[in-house]
């Protein structure tokens, strides 16, 4: 199973918080480390370097969001003060559902919050991503056009 790991974190948060949340959250779903396709946040946390250390020491792609982009989702657990401070009610939640580009039935884990012993806050978010049947219609969110797909 492929997993998008949407993330959201108080500034200057410890690799170790992290780290601690995203080991905490995978074993609530039973899942591991090679289940990690990708992680996700919003762009203001483009430069937290805890963030960066944990993409790089699972060796994943880290994507990045904008608050417009996160906003326009749907999610289950929209936070006022998150809203107040990113422009978005969501980012962990959301975040986990753009990368793995699905709605939120693909929440494996809803936003989990974590408290590390620095004191900083973290949430992780997990969504599956589902495998690509070559025959399905797809909406491409960048044109808003359907396309079909097909194998050669």
Do not use: W
């Not at 690799?15 to 090679?34: C, P, R, Y």
């Not at 608050?67 to 986990?96: D, I, W, Y």
């Not at 929440?107 to 012993?117: D, F, I, Q, V």
Request: glycine share 6%; proline share 3%.
């Amino acid at each position: 199973m492929k997993l998008a790991i949407g993330m959201g974190c108080d500034r200057d948060t410890a690799f170790a918080t992290l780290h601690q949340a995203l080991a905490e959250a995978l074993a609530v779903i039973d899942a591991g480390h090679s289940d990690i396709d990708l992680f996700a946040s919003i762009d203001k946390k483009s430069d937290e370097v805890a963030l960066l250390q944990l993409a790089r020491h699972y060796q994943r792609p880290l994507q990045f969001y904008t608050a417009a982009e996160l906003a326009g989702v749907t999610v289950p657990n929209p936070s006022e003060t998150v809203r107040r401070f990113m422009g978005t009610p969501a980012v962990s939640e959301a975040a986990a559902l753009l990368a793995a580009d699905a709605d939120s039935r693909s929440l494996l884990l809803e936003k989990y919050k974590y408290r590390g012993a620095d004191g900083k806050n973290a949430t992780v978010s997990i969504a599956a991503i589902a495998p690509f049947d070559a025959g399905q219609q797809r909406l491409d969110s960048t044109t808003q056009h359907c396309n079909r797909e097909t194998s050669l």
